[in-house]
């Protein structure tokens, strides 16, 4: 079992930046994949993006190319999400996952994390 507790959430203005964490726990070696995805009101969840855990290989949502980097620590178990240039359409929840497998593309996971509000006020 892999357990996830994401972070950084919060209130921010159109333009602004937040980091969002997801610290990974539990039989972590299993990880191959780690991704975010994001589910607004009403909408949803969908893909925003994800990293490979043990190659340099990231993939995006075409909504957030340019704007959002995942990156990793895998010292620290941990996978974050830069959100530069937010805008009022990137409000929603935000999901951290794992997977134990290199699916391609890789939108599928085996475990989930409880979610992060982030909310982009006009």
């Known amino acids: 079992q892999v357990q996830l507790v994401e972070s950084g959430g919060g209130l921010v203005q159109t333009g602004g930046s937040l980091r969002l964490s997801c610290a990974a726990s539990?039989?972590?070696?299993?990880?191959?994949?780690m991704g975010w995805f994001r589910q607004a009101p009403g909408k949803e969840r969908e893909f925003v993006a994800a990293?490979?855990?043990?190659?340099?290989?990231?993939y995006y949502a075409d909504s957030v190319k340019g704007r959002f980097t995942i990156s990793r620590d895998n010292a620290k178990n941990t996978v974050y999400l830069q959100m530069n240039s937010l805008k009022p359409e990137d409000t929603a929840v935000y999901y951290c996952a794992a997977d134990r497998a290199m699916r391609y593309p890789p939108l599928t996971y085996d475990y989930w994390g409880q979610g992060t509000q982030v909310t982009v006020s006009s």
């Open positions: 990293i490979r855990w043990r190659t340099t290989s990231t």
């Open positions: 539990g039989r972590t070696d299993s990880i191959y994949t």
